[in-house]
């Protein structure tokens, strides 16, 4: 064993057991130390031989071996006692008892300056071995610390993504005062109504010229059914021969005046169009962009605020904008006018009745509506008339027709009561001007049916009142019973009023009956 | 010696401490990064999904704005009973109408290319999401597995996608518009 104590080479795990020996076996003086294998040698080994010691090595290998590369660090140190340690051992007189009393007996044989020597050796051993754990609990804290957040070298640091991470905390606003954000809503708001605004200004200035327009156009039908008739009167046959009569003459001069300055409004009704479309037009392209502005790029809400203020201003309605001075059309020739008034003297009535209404006309123009009542025709200045009083009813019921134009015109009154019983037949354009009137209640007895086409406008009557009473053909019935489910009261025969309820209930229109001629 | 014996008693378990410790920690810093990589995929979904939901809301609202122009140059064509392309644009309402869809549309086209794209990252991280399950169930038999490739690409990944995800949803710009004829082919179809 002694060769094994050898300082000159590097310790072997045995050495290093061996090397350990006098602290070791020191250690091994309680036989609560002493582990069942070493037990179990000192037991069955008679005496302490190199064999029983090679078992106690192999025994506490694994505490040696964990301490070994410390303990036999400084094997210059380690080889004195572990000689006599061994050599204690060795003892040729060791009788077989138990391991732990060789042991023990061992301790007392170990002279002085073995244990001083001991005692010097523990001290650096126990330092190094505080030194190795520091060392050791270190790097586990470094590496655990390390591979916890590892970087990955060839991936490139994560940019912290912009206006969805980071939203940075707005400081306080000062009470009372908006944020720039709410300033810029708020002009933006204005801004928006400012257009709409102008443009409900342009669209009421275009209604005002439509208006306008419209009554130069019912001047001009006034003024040529006049003419019409003095020419008819005067029996002319040609322009020049007209013109010597200066009534007629300045009848057609109006015409023509009023013809120029109706198709002159066409230009400010044009500029206003313009303008009222492009002004819609940017502020919806202006709305658009400002709902993506927050999440679109390269919106350019300086260009549309830019474009809005120039079209705010170049779209004002000034009299100048308005002006039609240099936009009088070429106006229409007398001659054009003469033709066209001539062909309509030759459908101009001149019997007695045709003379009676035209006085009664007159008459209603003058204020009197005493005769109102036997008009036959009604010509449109009798309708202008009309239209014009303050008469709360009308009974007309004399009058079997009339034109598009006086229909127009009559409709304008601003009565309750109007009835027309002399009426025969509605066509749709008749209808779509009768069912415009703005009264309450309206006679059509001398109907006996309303077509489809013409009963389809009266959905669009405000009018609360509807007689029908002359009825006779269920056409029409099914808008019959829908305006009256939407809160009109109608007067029909009965006949119509049970087709009209049968088609409330069923939604189904009758049939026909086979040879009757109707439903 | 009692204190001799502790004092190396001590020496050995902090050994073995330390030893633990740097091989524990060596493989539990893998887990640790993928369940930490799992929580930035998710919050990255959560994200690219939030946007998309905002683009498809904004798309919707552009696509009724669309038709709604759309229809009123239907209807104003039928007012004025043009035909032609060239006819249409000498009306106020038609021409306007007909440049305001170009734009919205040309915003539609572009929400819908960075819908798709959202999509396809959402599937990407799905993807990644699956990988990295595996790759921790195989840590977890194995003790060990080779993430450093999975994680160079799904880094790289993550930023690209965090970054297009909090970029605009689109750019406003007048390149790639539809063109006009096209559009008034559309109307003309009913489309």
């Known amino acids: 064993m002694a060769e094994t104590v050898d300082t000159t080479r590097g310790p072997s795990p045995t050495e290093g057991f061996q090397a350990l020996g006098p602290i070791d076996l020191g250690d091994l003086e309680s036989p609560a130390h002493m582990d069942t294998a070493s037990e179990g040698a000192a037991e069955t080994t008679p005496a302490i031989t190199p064999a029983a010691v090679a078992e106690v090595q192999v025994a506490t290998h694994t505490a040696a071996s964990l301490a070994g590369p410390a303990g036999v660090s400084n094997g210059e140190e380690a080889t004195p006692a572990g000689s006599e340690a061994v050599q204690s051992l060795d003892g040729p007189t060791a009788e077989p008892r138990p391991a732990a009393p060789v042991l023990k007996e061992a301790a007392p044989g170990l002279p002085k300056t073995v244990k001083a020597t001991s005692a010097q050796t523990r001290r650096p051993l126990m330092a190094v071995g505080g030194v190795i754990l520091v060392l050791a609990i270190a790097s586990g804290v470094w590496l655990y610390a390390r591979y916890r957040y590892p970087t990955l070298p060839d991936v490139q640091p994560r940019s912290v993504p912009e206006g969805v991470v980071v939203v940075p905390e707005k400081p306080a606003s000062p009470s009372n005062q908006p944020e720039p954000a709410d300033d810029d809503r708020v002009a933006w708001e204005a801004k928006l109504r400012d257009i709409d605004t102008l443009r409900q200004t342009l669209l009421a200035k275009k209604e005002e010229i439509l208006r306008l327009q419209q009554n130069y156009q019912y001047g001009i039908l006034e003024l040529e059914e006049e003419a019409a008739r003095l020419i008819r009167r005067g029996g002319f046959d040609s322009l020049p021969q007209a013109l010597k009569n200066r009534q007629l003459e300045l009848a057609l ?252 209930r069923t939604g189904q229109l009758p049939a026909p009956a086979p040879n009757s001629g109707r439903w | 010696m009692d204190r001799n014996r502790m004092l190396r008693t001590v020496c050995v378990i902090g050994f073995l401490i330390g030893t633990l410790g740097t091989g524990l920690a060596a493989e539990d810093s893998k887990s640790q990064d993928l369940n930490r990589v799992l929580v930035d995929i998710k919050a990255a979904a959560k994200m690219i999904n939030q946007r998309t939901a905002l683009a498809e809301e904004v798309r919707q609202k552009l696509a009724q704005q669309a038709d709604e122009l759309k229809a009123e140059i239907h209807l104003e064509r039928c007012r004025v009973t043009v035909a032609s392309l060239p006819q249409a644009r000498q009306i106020s309402r038609i021409d306007y109408n007909l440049r305001l869809v170009q734009r919205l549309l040309g915003y539609i086209d572009r929400l819908d290319h960075r819908i798709d794209f959202f999509r396809s990252a959402v599937h990407t991280l799905e993807f990644y999401r699956r990988q990295i399950r595996d790759d921790m169930l195989m840590l977890k038999t194995l003790n060990d597995v080779d993430t450093a490739s999975l994680m160079r690409q799904l880094g790289a990944d993550l930023d690209h996608f965090k970054n297009q995800a909090s970029q605009p949803l689109l750019t406003a710009s007048s390149s790639g518009l539809r063109p006009i004829e096209t559009i008034w082919g559309d109307v003309l179809q009913g489309k």
């Open chain 1, 253 to 504: 001069q109006s015409i023509q005046r009023r013809q120029s300055y109706h198709d002159a409004l066409a230009k400010p009704l044009h500029w206003i169009d313009l303008g009222s479309e492009e002004l819609l037009y940017l502020r919806r392209r202006a709305f658009f962009d400002l709902q993506l502005k927050e999440i679109a790029e390269d919106i350019d809400i300086t260009l549309h605020s830019a474009d809005i203020d120039s079209a705010l201003t170049k779209y004002q309605p000034t009299p100048e904008r308005l002006s039609i001075n240099n936009a009088v059309p070429v106006q229409l020739s007398l001659e054009v006018i003469w033709k066209r008034l001539a062909e309509q003297a030759r459908h101009v009535g001149t019997s007695a009745d045709d003379q009676r209404d035209l006085d009664i006309i007159a008459e209603v123009c003058s204020g009197s509506f005493g005769r109102v009542s036997e008009l036959s025709i009604l010509t449109l200045k009798g309708a202008r008339c009309l239209a014009e009083s303050g008469a709360m009813q009308l009974f007309l019921n004399r009058l079997g027709s009339m034109s598009s134009a006086a229909a127009r015109k009559l409709c304008e009154w601003p009565g309750q009561w109007l009835c027309l019983n002399g009426v025969t037949r509605l066509s749709p354009e008749l209808a779509s001007q009768l069912f415009a009137w703005p009264g309450e209640w309206m006679s059509l007895n001398g109907l006996s049916e309303v077509p489809d086409e013409a009963a389809k406008y009266l959905a669009g009557w405000k009018g609360r009142q509807l007689e029908l009473m002359g009825l006779r053909k269920s056409t029409g019935v099914k808008f019959l019973a829908q305006w009256e489910v939407s809160g009109g009261r109608l007067f029909v025969p009965d006949d119509i009023r049970r087709e009209i309820e049968m088609f409330r």
